[in-house]
């Protein structure tokens, strides 16, 4: 079993960054292709980025291609989300997902396909 933790959170404010981090415990990730998700009360759950298990594959969704990078530290069994130039419209819970059913050479971002999810982490871009 998989369990995920996302951290690095909080307010910014418009044109900031944050780093949100996803630490696996109770296996590796090595296997792993890892997604970032986000959604805000009221509103439908969007895919942000994707990362294939061996860091090979990387996708972003139109809205944050060119500002999010989407990293891995296997050796640290830790994913990352760099966010830059950040929007209002970037502000909400930012969840990571794991599953090692997928392809090893793409990734998806389908919910239904991914297996481990983290509890999210707020993000809120304001001045």
């Known amino acids: 079993q998989v369990q995920l933790v996302e951290s690095g959170g909080g307010l910014v404010q418009p044109g900031g960054s944050l780093r949100l981090s996803c630490a696996a415990t109770?296996?590796?990730?090595?296997?792993?292709?890892i997604g970032w998700f986000r959604q805000a009360p009221g509103k439908e759950r969007e895919g942000v980025s994707c990362?294939?298990?061996?860091?090979?594959?990387?996708y972003y969704s139109h809205s944050v291609k060119g500002r999010f990078t989407i990293s891995r530290d296997n050796a640290k069994n830790t994913a990352y989300l760099q966010m830059d130039s950040l929007k209002p419209e970037d502000t909400d819970v930012y969840h990571c997902?794991?599953?090692?059913?997928?392809?090893?050479?793409?990734?998806?971002?389908?919910?239904?396909?991914?297996?481990?999810w983290g509890q999210g982490i707020q993000v809120a871009v304001s001045s």
């Open positions: 997902a794991a599953t090692n059913k997928g392809l090893a050479s793409i990734c998806i971002l389908n919910p239904a396909t991914l297996d481990y």
């Open positions: 109770g296996h590796t990730l090595n296997y792993y292709n």
């Open positions: 990362i294939t298990e061996n860091d090979d594959f990387t």
